[in-house]
T-cell receptor, first 114, second 115 residues
Framework: QQQVKQSPQSLIVQKGGISIINCAYE??????FPWYQQFPGKGPALLIA?????SEKKEGRFTISFNKSAKQFSLHIMDSQPGDSATYFC?????????????FGKGTKLSVIP | SQTIHQWPATLVQPVGSPLSLECTVE??????LYWYRQAAGRGLQLLFY??????ISSEVPQNLSASRPQDRQFILSSKKLLLSDSGFYLC??????????????FGPGTRLTVL
């Protein structure tokens, strides 16, 4: 019940295309859903996050879509660029007392080809 | 502003040798601190987390231990390294009370190779 399932494992997109990464969760107590971007040899960086009181959040070319009833959320990268090539992790957390952990998906390696 | 440091950046150690990795956070107080390990091409495995000085929670029983001797210092140790300890070790912190949510910020990582 603590898992976050992420797909696909890898993704190849042409420059200018839309990259879509999906995550699904089981724990209905989760109420915080961040996405991290990791370049090779670097630590993950917080990219964008959403809380379940909204169905969509957009920051520049990055958008999170959230479907509470389906317990799914996704990251959309519009106008994908070669510089977006990285590994993306979704995560989830609950804000309950004593809850200190993020549950991470296994990651998606995105390659944007020119 | 807050920053997180990890050292060393890279480390090559023989099997059976001891290990000490250090993580420090600047510009905040009383953060929650975390150690993760990432195997090559794999996801993030939470090893330890700490909500205060001397308070350590272990998530995966293994060859490693953690300590928090000071508020903003988190140390990962081993008495005898195994080949399977190789990986990319990441420290992360969460600002307590700034947000109700577990917004974690990661350090630059330490690449450990055990030969």
């Amino acid at each position: 019940q603590q898992q976050v399932k992420q797909s696909p494992q890898s993704l190849i997109v042409q420059k200018g295309g839309i990259s879509i990464i999906n995550c699904a969760y089981e724990n209905t107590a989760f109420d915080y859903f961040p996405w991290y971007q990791q370049f090779p040899g670097k630590g993950p960086a917080l990219l964008i996050a959403i809380r379940p009181d909204v169905s969509e959040k957009k920051e520049g070319r990055f958008t999170i879509s959230f479907n509470k009833s389906a317990k799914q959320f996704s990251l959309h990268i519009m106008d994908s660029q070669p510089g977006d090539s990285a590994t993306y992790f979704c995560a989830a957390s609950s804000s309950g007392a004593g809850s200190y952990q993020l549950t991470f998906g296994k990651g998606t390696k995105l390659s944007v080809i020119p | 502003s807050q920053t997180i440091h990890q050292w060393p950046a890279t480390l090559v150690q023989p099997v059976g040798s001891p290990l000490s990795l250090e993580c420090t956070v600047e510009g905040t107080s009383n953060p929650n601190l975390y150690w993760y390990r990432q195997a090559a091409g794999r996801g993030l495995q939470l090893l330890f987390y700490s909500v205060g000085i001397g308070q350590i929670s272990s998530e995966v029983p293994q060859n490693l231990s953690a300590s928090r001797p000071q508020d903003r210092q988190f140390i990962l140790s081993s008495k005898k390294l195994l080949l399977s300890d190789s990986g990319f070790y990441l420290c992360a912190w969460t600002p307590v009370r700034r947000t109700f949510y577990n917004e974690q910020f990661f350090g630059p990582g330490t690449r450990l190779t055990v030969l």
